[in-house]
């Protein structure tokens, strides 16, 4: 047979889909602005304090205000979400519901150890990052990147995918998927928001 003439598909139904989005500029400087206003006040710092929640070895970690998710992030989150459902599943949800959103301030040697998210898709996108994420022993690290994990390394499969992120970058994933944030060295901040989300049953079966 002639190599040449062959011909197939690449099948993988072993390997959770992560979706790569851009946010517009605007939607990043409103969340950075509410951000912003939330740590300028200490008394809405303790309100909106969401570290008891979440597995973070993180100082700054608060609750995006539900009146603000649902005026300015709701629909441009639905939205995201909605192409990534299709595109990966081939399904087009009929409910959408946004259980918990939260920003994740991080700084010079914080981390998020690893762990998963409750509902049934979650995401997390980027606001502000550091320059420079620093220099430890090797010049090609992993300082400040976000690996998630899912199985164990094998021939034409791995068990890590690592992103350095970007201002704007938005990933969305099943809520089970592991992963991971590492430390960095840099006096800037590293800020992301997360969301997790719950879809109708109809969507979520197999």
């Known amino acids: ?12 139904p072993f390997s959770p889909a992560i979706g790569k989005y851009k946010l517009p500029d605007q939607t990043v400087n409103l969340i950075n602005q509410h ?4 740590l300028k006040d200490q008394n809405k710092i303790e309100e909106l304090y969401n570290g008891d929640n979440l ?13 603000f998710l649902d005026k300015y992030l709701y629909e441009i989150f639905k939205s995201y979400v909605f192409n990534y459902v299709k595109s990966a599943m081939s399904k087009e949800f009929k ?30 996108t980027y606001t502000k990052v ?11 690290n992993l300082n400040g990147n976000i690996s998630f994990i899912h199985g164990t390394t094998q ?3 791995a068990s890590n995918y690592n992103i350095n992120p970007k201002v704007g970058d938005l990933y969305i994933f099943p809520s089970y998927l592991m ?8 006096t800037e901040e590293r800020r992301s928001v997360s969301f997790n989300a719950f879809l109708d049953q109809e969507t979520v079966n197999l």
């Open 1 to 12: 047979m002639n190599k040449n003439t062959i011909q197939g598909q690449i099948i993988r």
């Open 35 to 38: 951000v912003d206003e939330i």
């Open 55 to 67: 597995a973070g070895e993180i100082k700054y970690e608060v609750k995006i205000e539900k009146k």
């Open 95 to 124: 409910n959408f519901e946004i259980k918990s959103c939260w920003a994740v301030c991080q700084y010079e040697n914080d981390y998020n150890p690893v762990h998963w998210h409750t509902g049934n898709i979650s995401a997390v």
């Open 130 to 140: 550091p320059k420079d994420f620093g220099t430890s022993y090797k010049k090609t």
């Open 155 to 157: 021939l034409t499969a």
């Open 179 to 186: 992963h991971t944030v590492y430390p960095f060295f840099s």
